[in-house]
Structures are given as C-alpha cells and as structure tokens.
C-alpha cells in the first residue's frame, strides 16, 4: 500500500510539470556614489531561463540646466519582465511620457546565478516639465 502512494504521488507530481516554482532573488542596492539614490529588482530562473521583475530606482539623479536633483521620482519597470541573455545582460528602453521618442535606458548583466546584478541607468536627453534634462550614466550594484 505504501509503494503505491509513493507511486500515485511520483506519477502525480510527472505529469504536472507546470507546478515546478520558479526561483525567485531579490536583490537591491544602490547607485555607486551616490548614497540616497537606491535600485531593486527580483531574478526569476525558471526552465533554465532568466528574466528581471520588479525593477525599482529611486532618487535617481537627473540634470536640467545647472540643477542636479531627483525630478523623477521612482522609476518601475513593470509587466512580463525583461528577458535575460544566455550571456547575462539585459536591457530596456523606457519612453519619456512627454516625448516618446525620448528614451531612459536601463540595463545591466546577473552575475553569480542571480545573486549579484550590475548595470547602468542613463539618457542623453529627456524633457521633463518643459525643461530639457539628461540623465548622466549612473552605475548600479545590487546584491542578495
């Protein structure tokens, strides 16, 4: 009797491949140089792929004119995530509300199966509020 439970469980558990989780990291950190400025995200592994859910930045540096300051607020990335290469980088595009032809550019590479992730933040032009603005290239490192 016991050989067969083990046997309905084992056969159960085969034939819904589906149910095998995903594995989930969340790793966060900051933008080097800049201790008020913070990113976050989630690796998901799953099948043998990867993909990058719930990126967060905030307080993000950005210029307009010779103001330098957080006009931003808190950048998301949303939706079925970014897809992660075999060789471990990503990137996305994100389009300005205001202008979609202007772009802020995210992208990075996993290291360490998930557990560390570098990247960058940047834009050579955005207008926010009808000023023109950029986002210089900001490095981030994130870790578990």
């Given at each position: 009797m016991k050989k067969f439970a083990l046997l309905a469980i084992l056969a159960v558990a085969l034939a819904f491949p589906a149910l095998a989780l995903a594995k989930k990291i969340n790793v966060s950190g900051g933008v080097v140089g800049d201790p008020d400025a913070s990113v976050s995200l989630t690796v998901v592994k799953k099948n043998g792929n990867m993909k990058i859910k719930k990126f967060k930045a905030k307080k993000i540096n950005v210029r307009c004119g010779k103001q330098t300051g957080n006009f931003l607020g808190t950048i998301r990335i949303t939706g079925p995530g970014l897809s992660v290469n075999k060789n471990g980088s990503f990137k996305?595009?994100?389009?300005?509300?205001?202008?979609?032809?202007?772009?802020?550019?995210?992208?990075?590479?996993?290291?360490?199966?998930?557990?560390?992730?570098?990247?960058?933040?940047?834009?050579?032009?955005?207008?926010?509020?009808?000023?023109?603005?950029?986002?210089?290239?900001?490095?981030?490192?994130?870790?578990?």
């Amino acid at each position: 009797m016991k050989k067969f439970a083990l046997l309905a469980i084992l056969a159960v558990a085969l034939a819904f491949p589906a149910l095998a989780l995903a594995k989930k990291i969340n790793v966060s950190g900051g933008v080097v140089g800049d201790p008020d400025a913070s990113v976050s995200l989630t690796v998901v592994k799953k099948n043998g792929n990867m993909k990058i859910k719930k990126f967060k930045a905030k307080k993000i540096n950005v210029r307009c004119g010779k103001q330098t300051g957080n006009f931003l607020g808190t950048i998301r990335i949303t939706g079925p995530g970014l897809s992660v290469n075999k060789n471990g980088s990503f990137k996305a595009r994100l389009p300005n509300v205001e202008n979609q032809k202007e772009t802020l550019r995210v992208s990075g590479v996993v290291h360490n199966g998930g557990r560390k992730v570098s990247g960058n933040i940047k834009t050579n032009k955005i207008t926010l509020s009808g000023h023109n603005c950029d986002v210089p290239k900001q490095h981030y490192e994130l870790k578990k």
